[in-house]
């Protein structure tokens, strides 16, 4: 594995991220951060331009 590859690799990567992200509604950043604090983020948190409401969820 060379430098190219793991270049690649990482564009491919952010790019399954990003698809998430959009799922979701809610960026890797802020999942992150919210998560390390113990507390669930709304779906929609610091993502431009979409409503809140909240996340799916399977608990019952």
């Not at 594995?1 to 509604?25: A, S």
């Not at 960026?27 to 951060?33: D, H, M, V």
């Amino acid at each position: 594995m060379n430098l190219d590859d793991i270049v690649q690799d990482i564009h491919v990567l952010e790019g399954e991220l990003q698809t998430f992200e959009r799922k979701y509604g809610v960026l890797s950043k802020t999942f992150y951060e919210l998560h390390m604090e113990s507390e669930e983020p709304d779906c929609g948190a610091r993502v431009r331009g979409s409503r809140r409401r909240p996340c799916h969820s399977t608990r019952s």
